[in-house]
């Protein structure tokens, strides 16, 4: 599986803003958003089951930032909205290799990675 992230860019504080992650065949596993801002460790933003029935979000984002899915188009999207200079990241999307029935928060969890897309946010 390869995934190509999308979407980033530079917004100013309070913009919205929705990331796509496409993948290059079919997948029905649990997709994750992760981001890495630098000099920090990668941390776990957002996370979508196979069929999409069950989300997890960091409570950083609770609120703001909404993943969902598209599995005709192959594609998870995480929409950013009220964004603040600490979403500046790069973002990475990430394919699980557990069960698709459940979500998971840790990297290790991941198997297929993204490029990354970067988010600046601007005060």
């Known amino acids: 599986v390869q995934l190509q992230a999308s979407g980033g860019g530079l917004v100013q504080a309070g913009d919205s803003r929705r990331l796509s992650c496409a993948a290059s065949g079919r997948t029905f596993r649990t997709v994750g958003w992760f981001r890495q801002a630098p000099g920090l460790e990668r941390e776990f933003v957002a996370t979508?089951?196979?069929?999409?029935?069950?989300?997890y979000y960091a409570d950083s984002v609770k609120g703001r930032f909404t993943i969902s899915r598209d599995n005709a188009r192959n594609t998870v999207y995480l929409q950013m909205n009220s964004l603040k200079p600490d979403d500046t990241a790069v973002y990475y999307c990430?394919?699980?290799?557990?069960?698709?029935?459940?979500?998971?928060?840790?990297?290790?969890?991941?198997?297929?990675w993204g490029q990354g897309t970067q988010v600046t946010v601007s005060s």
């Open positions: 979508i089951s196979g069929n999409g029935g069950r989300t």
């Open positions: 990430a394919v699980a290799r557990g069960d698709a029935y459940y979500y998971y928060t840790s990297p290790t969890e991941y198997d297929y």
